[in-house]
């Protein structure tokens, strides 16, 4: 594809897609696919000639778009939100054109440099206690898994081996398979009943005991916004422990972390500046930053850099030699690494912290309203807990079985998309709110089909 060929389609393709975003409310939010469907329109071979990228176009529209399930709709309210953003996806195109691969600073300096500037930024928005200086710094993950596997790499490097991580019932299975992946055993630490988070005196129990038995406890995991129904363990009280034993504490604040954007909704931060040896969030969830870009800060980068730096010939380098520079490759999983810092660095210069913040806040207005409208219906119990987005509540006359009947039924008709986890054998809805395009009117007419769903309605 010559420069022109690729100006005339590369238009082509912004327009489809500010299209697509502006018409979004004509498709059925969840896609109605069938197993297969997709799979059946496509050709079962590869063309052996080329293709006019019309066909591309064409076939996006016939084949693709009816497979696919509409995450920036304005009524997606299933799992958490996804946001996507004119300017992170115009920093994503950025980095795709200039195909860079950052895996040490010589190979792109501006990639290294724009990350650790963006990591930076993003925690002085938050409140976080992380600067790249010193031994600190933070650095952009594909993920809040990769990055839970980063931290539990990182101590039990300074642990010792074998370690054990220590979550609760609530915590994301990112943990247990970051467990699986180092060959560790994790310990479940009881939660308490009503809050859903991490019992800190359990904690120290199980740490206690493992110590005296001559196990090694080698990180806690607190997660501040739990996936399902966005518990908070307390970290101040989950630090206290992990101070006293000197092991490394995580907190995974994959969904929530970047309320703390918003100075009322700071509070989430409490514990973090004194205890926290590592902390995730995601902006490919509710910061307007679409997938994959998850910020990991460390307070001290050496366990990490030791655990997983492995130096072949072929990448040494003047500058990787003299210390003055980071090399991210030893700050995560895989070597390659994109040019992520591009669409967060779009997104937080074109909202600003002000834009930044209006979007939370209106995301946790819209909750508290359709709150409020769970709380005055006597055919409905609300889940107490909901901070953020997230509202989590259930019928409270019907079965489970029903309640899912219920939300497939809701989800079946396309005009909106929930999701549900499940609490004490009970089944709950969750109806999280987020996406930047959602209004009063969207949320007003999601409770309305839920209601309508109930049998007997
Ligand atoms: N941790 C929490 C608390 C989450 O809610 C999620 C996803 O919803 C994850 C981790 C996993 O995130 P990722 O897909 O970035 O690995």
Redesign the pocket.
Known sequence: MSPEEFRRYGKQVVDWIADYLEDIESQPVRSQAKPGDVRSMLPPHPPEQGEPYENVLRDMEQVILPGVTHWQHPSFFA??PANASGPAILGDLLSAGLGVQGMVWATSPACTELETVVADWLAELLGLPFRTDGVAGGVIQD????AALVAVLAALRKSGRPGRIYVSSQT?S?LEKAARIVGSEVCVVDVAPDTLAMDPVLLHALIAEDVAAGRKPALVCA?V???STTAIDPVREIGAVCREFGVWLHI?A??AGVAAICPELRWINDGVAEYADSYAT?P??WLLTNFDC?VLWVRDRRPMIDALSILPEFLRNQASESGQVIDYRDWQVPLGRRFRALKLWSVIRWYGAEGLRAHIRAGVSLAQRFAELVAADPDFLLWEHHPFGLVCFRPLRTSPEQTLAMMEKVNDSGALYLSHTKVADQVLLRMAIGAPATTVEHVDQAWRAIRAALPGA
């Open positions: 799992y958490f993920s809040a898994s990769s994301h990112a997660t916004g739990t996936t995974d994959a969904y995601n490919h969830k998850g």
